[in-house]
């Protein structure tokens, strides 16, 4: 079963800058879902396997990048122009494969305060 | 593209079956049998009990199925058990190369 680590979230002010990392075992398709305190799920982006695809929600299109570095085993997000809506417990998940588009396993999550 | 329609909440006793129902367009639950259902207790990362409308991963109860009608996708849990009791949330694929979430179901064991 891969485990998957998130890491590098923490207090940001709006319109700046944090980079997220979720250490995973390459060769997967693997996505970032974030979720706003005491709110629902919100998928963010998705990368494919080979880093030949990237797919954004509307909400991050153009502020956020979703990358990976197979060399590392990692993927990460690049959060740039942070908002305070961006506030959220964000979670990377692998692609659950064989064309079933579902998400597992998650990481733990790692929670991006955007506050002045 | 808005978020797929959950009611915010249901409710059962021990032994009893529910379903959570998740409404969303001909652009997304419609046109794909790509429906996924996740579980998620307070404070813990969600998971997978359900992907392709209908199928469980391996170690999932059997309690658990999923079926879908036009543009709307159901949950049923059978037997409910007081561990049953956590959120619950579906996912689509959708056309414009995305993944909608709904809202969330709380499920409460009466």
């Known amino acids: 079963q891969v485990q998957l680590v998130e890491s590098g979230g923490g207090v940001v002010q709006p319109g700046g800058s944090l980079r997220l990392s979720c250490a995973a075992s390459s060769r997967y398709g693997m996505h970032w879902v974030r979720q706003a305190p005491g709110k629902g799920l919100e998928w963010v982006a998705f990368i494919r396997s080979d880093g030949s695809d990237k797919w954004y929600a509307e909400s991050v299109k153009g502020r956020f990048t979703v990358s990976r570095d197979d060399s590392k085993n990692t993927l990460y997000l690049q959060m740039n122009s942070l908002r305070v809506e961006d506030t959220a417990v964000y979670y990377c998940a692998k692609d659950y494969g064989s064309g079933s588009y579902g998400l597992d396993p998650w990481g733990q999550g790692t929670l991006v305060t955007v506050s002045s | 593209q808005s978020a797929l329609t959950q009611p915010a909440s249901v409710s059962g006793s021990p032994g009893q079956s529910i379903a959570i129902s998740c409404t969303g367009t001909s652009s997304d639950v419609g046109s794909y049998n790509l429906v996924s259902w996740y579980q998620q207790y307070p404070g813990k990362a969600p998971k997978l009990m359900i992907f392709?409308?209908?199928k469980r991963p391996s170690g999932v109860s059997n309690r658990f199925s999923g079926s879908k009608s036009g543009n709307t996708a159901f949950l049923t849990i059978s037997g409910l058990q007081a561990e049953d009791e956590a959120d619950y949330y579906c996912c689509s694929y959708a056309s414009s190369k995305s993944w909608l979430f709904g809202g969330g179901t709380k499920l409460t064991v009466l």
């Open positions: 392709e409308v209908s």
